[in-house]
């Protein structure tokens, strides 16, 4: 199948698809034109790598979990060990979403939003930032 075919099947942009070829995450062979010619095993990669960065496992995670996924001897702890990290990296950028949010919403209810020029949410703003305080591990 054609970069088009296996674009529209895995779900990835054909220009997602180019880039994850340059960095050696897939390899389609060639057809005698030079075009990219995928096979089922390549969309399977593809279908693979887009799911995992809906996740939002980096590339190097992803490097690391197709080399696991095509490693028939591979021991499911190394699996776990590489979702486990970047679980914890998601439970630190919620952990930030919710101080951000907490803080917003504080401000928020400050201002009294009417005509007058003081405003809680620009001097929030002006002030520094308290230090965030990290869950304990």
Known sequence: MNIGEAASQSGLPAKTIRYYEDIGL???LRDANGYRAFVEKDLHKLTF???AR???????D?????????DDSRESADVKRIAQEHLKRIEAKIA???????????????????????CPILEGL???A???????E
């Open 130 to 136: 308290a230090p965030a305080a990290r869950p304990a």
């Open 126 to 128: 002006g002030r520094p």
């Open 54 to 60: 809906a996740l939002g496992f980096s590339i190097q």
């Open 96 to 118: 930030d979403l919710r101080a951000m949010h907490d803080t917003l919403s504080h401000l928020v209810e400050e201002c009294a939003g009417d005509h007058r020029p003081d």
């Open 26 to 28: 897939v390899k389609p």
């Open 62 to 70: 992803c490097r690391a979990l197709l080399a696991l996924y095509e």
């Open 49 to 51: 790598l887009a799911r």
